[in-house]
């Protein structure tokens, strides 16, 4: 944005010195030395004159509290005793409206920053609701505009949308922030609103001669990711004047497309495929574990979106190891040896699960005995990932994320297993197609009652007072318990879609037998990824299930299992 076009600017610093002179020494540029914790700056600033008050602040590093949010609540009043009315502040994606549409890579995103940056999600909900609690009928002229990752590429179109409307690409450059939010002071059309901006096709996409999300606005468009750029620029992630970008710096890899996105370095892949080997691929059955130690790495040199899944689950796996040990890592870099994260893997994990999706999805159409086994074992790892985004829900109804997170991969599996039941019956995953029949699942005899636990054994028994649906699904339940680890996944597969609607509607034996899959997922040794939304799913769905006073040994024997008091 140039500056001398009618415009003049005070801007409140903490390092002026950052400044680069062309600003510093603007005829047109007031340089206010201060932060919004110092009264004094924050007196002169209020007094400054100006029309507009304009923010580009952000929340730092491993900031805790709120002196960001606490700062507004000082200056806004003070710049409307001035009748400086039209207010911008800039936010993320993180701050919801109700014109947002919940889709799986926001949610995803959220989950990751409410997770692994919890000061900057709480900083950055703070300001949005303050600023949009100000009240548009008494003349306050607000506006909170979100964005997504942050670039230093060139100006050019800008979107203003909403989270989840099909056009919300990821990536816009700052200058095409600044020169929106200019337009923004002058034609007030988005007053008392919080759009979501993103910009033009970046240089990557341009330079691969792929379909950009930003020009098109469609998500998870197959992308040529396989064809090298001959010239590609690398987004720039930098923290300025003290506003750092870490909260679009984890979402970084949430744009489902190869070209839009900064991959890892080869050290870094390098170290994925060395933990998917040695850890990863043990986290689905003990029974499977050769084949996706071995045979899945090979199909994954043939298939990329295989590959990609495979290593955003081996991302996702050293994350959650890195938070659950509260530390970071050494990794070796061209630049010498540096920390690595949990927040740098979940970019990566974000970057790969994004990258592999559209490709999932096409190959899902033209099913073959060359892509069959690589279909299957990508749909359970991506069941893996989408488990892992379930646990980011919250409140009375969250013991259903897992269940919701899964449907759209329950439904890949079911059309990989229907178009190629006979190519998949006679590979390495023939042991899924032997748990996958109805006939399998409903043989079972007297004598095995006794091998159930407790808790069990009671559900067992009230499979006669149970609907038809209910029946089924509390008899495949048992068999879970007396079979392999193998039956736990494939039990939500098979149970049907007209259950999974009685769990989804909250019918209460259909919610106590989903409780007691969750014990089940809990008791998975191994399964880093499913224990935890195993005992979620029972916090959540015990204090709906209290008061039924025939439930409840059934209900006791799973606060036990899952050590909840």
């Not at 060139?154 to 337009?183: C, H, Q």
Request: glycine content about 8%; some cysteine; proline content about 6%.
């Amino acid at each position: 944005m140039a500056l001398g076009q009618g415009h003049r600017l005070s801007l409140l610093v903490r390092t002026p010195s950052k400044l680069p002179d062309t600003i510093l020494h603007n005829e047109h540029v007031n340089v206010i030395e201060g932060a919004l914790d110092n009264e004094v700056a924050i007196d002169q600033a209020s007094r400054c004159g100006a029309d507009a008050f304009i923010s580009f602040a952000g929340p730092s590093p491993g900031s805790t509290g709120t002196p960001l949010t606490n700062g507004y609540k000082t200056l806004i009043p003070k710049l409307l005793r001035q009748n400086i009315s039209r207010i911008l502040v800039i936010s993320t994606p993180s701050y919801r409206c109700a014109s947002d549409i919940e889709t799986f890579k926001w949610k995803l995103g959220i989950w990751a920053i409410k997770t692994f940056c919890p000061g900057a999600y709480q900083e950055v909900t703070g300001i949005g609701e303050f600023v949009s609690s100000l009240s548009v009928n008494d003349g306050v002229r607000w506006t909170v505009f979100r964005v997504g990752g942050l670039t230093n590429g060139a100006e050019g179109p800008v979107k203003a949308t909403y989270p989840g409307s099909g056009e919300d690409g990821f990536w816009i450059s700052r200058g095409n922030v600044a020169r929106w939010v200019l337009e923004e002071v002058v034609q007030n059309k988005w007053v008392g609103e919080t759009p979501y901006i993103c910009g033009p096709p970046c240089t990557n996409c341009v330079a691969r001669n792929a379909v950009c999300q930003y020009s098109t606005g469609r998500l998870f468009q197959p992308s040529p990711y396989d064809a090298a750029p001959q010239e590609t620029e690398t987004h720039q992630f930098t923290m300025e004047n003290g506003v750092d970008d870490s909260e679009t710096r984890l979402n970084a890899g949430l744009l489902p497309s190869l070209a839009c996105s900064p991959s890892p370095n080869r050290m870094r892949e390098l170290e994925l495929m060395h933990q998917w080997c040695m850890k990863t691929c043990y986290s689905f059955s003990s029974d499977l574990s050769d084949v996706f130690g071995t045979y899945v790495v090979k199909q994954a040199l043939r298939h990329p979106f295989l590959m990609d899944s495979l290593l955003a689950l081996s991302s996702l796996h050293i994350a959650n190891d890195l938070t659950s040990a509260n530390t970071d890592i050494e990794i070796s870099t061209n630049d010498g040896t540096k920390p690595a994260s949990a927040e740098d893997y979940i970019i990566d994990a974000l970057h790969y699960q994004n990258q592999a999706a559209p490709a999932f999805r096409a190959a899902l159409e033209d099913i073959s005995p060359t892509n069959c086994n690589a279909l299957c074992a990508c749909s359970a790892i991506m069941m893996a990932c989408a488990v892992v985004s379930s646990l980011s829900q919250s409140g009375e109804d969250s013991g259903m994320g897992t269940l919701t997170a899964l449907l759209p991969f329950i439904k890949g599996v079911h059309v990989v297993i229907d178009r190629a039941r006979e190519w998949l019956a006679s590979g390495p995953f023939g042991l899924i197609m032997q748990c996958h029949p109805d006939d399998d699942w409903l043989l079972f005899q007297p004598g095995d009652v006794e091998l159930l636990p407790s808790g069990i054994r009671k559900l067992y028994c009230l499979r006669s007072h149970a609907s038809d649906v209910c029946t089924r699904a509390i008899v495949m339940m048992a068999k879970c318990y007396v079979k392999a680890d193998a039956m736990v996944l494939p039990w939500l597969v098979v149970v049907g879609d007209e259950f999974v609607g009685l769990v989804q509607q909250g019918q209460p034996m259909a919610l106590l037998i989903y409780m007691c899959w969750g014990v089940l997922l809990n008791r998975l040794e191994g399964i880093w990824w499913a224990r935890a939304p195993g005992r979620k799913i029972v916090m959540q769905l015990i204090p709906r299930l209290i008061g039924f006073e025939e439930w409840e040994g059934i209900v006791n024997w799973a606060k036990e299992e899952v050590g909840f008091h």
